[in-house]
């Protein structure tokens, strides 16, 4: 088994020849100017797409973050309103 193994690995590819085979053209077997256009246009299509979801994800993220903290003012105006209606003015302790 190890013999054949080392067989095979050790006999070399049979040289390519640079030609296709009888029935074929060139421009079966590439993809051409038009395959290259396409794929690039792909390519731009999809970074733009990218990079206008990132853009918008952000947005999402700023407006939750602003939300957050305009939620956490008006809380912190709603305990300081209800703490002055208590008597108390100023932080404990004093």
């Known amino acids: 088994m190890h013999h054949l193994i ?3 690995t050790v006999t070399p590819s049979p040289d390519p020849t640079g030609t296709l085979r009888p029935g074929l053209s060139e421009d079966q077997v590439t993809p051409g100017t038009w395959g290259f256009v ?7 299509l999809t970074t733009f797409l990218i990079v206008d979801m990132v853009r918008r994800i952000r947005r ?6 602003v939300e957050e903290a305009r939620l956490a ?3 912190g105006d709603d ?4 703490a002055e209606e ?3 003015s100023g932080p ?3």
Not at 38 to 44: E, M, R, S
Request: net charge positive; glycine share 10%; hydrophobic share 50%.
């Open 6 to 8: 080392l067989a095979l």
């Open 38 to 44: 396409l794929t690039a246009f792909i390519v731009i």
């Open 60 to 65: 999402v993220r700023y407006r939750a973050q």
């Open 73 to 75: 003012a008006e809380a």
């Open 79 to 82: 305990a300081g309103s209800s």
């Open 86 to 88: 208590n008597g108390e």
């Open 92 to 94: 404990r302790g004093r």
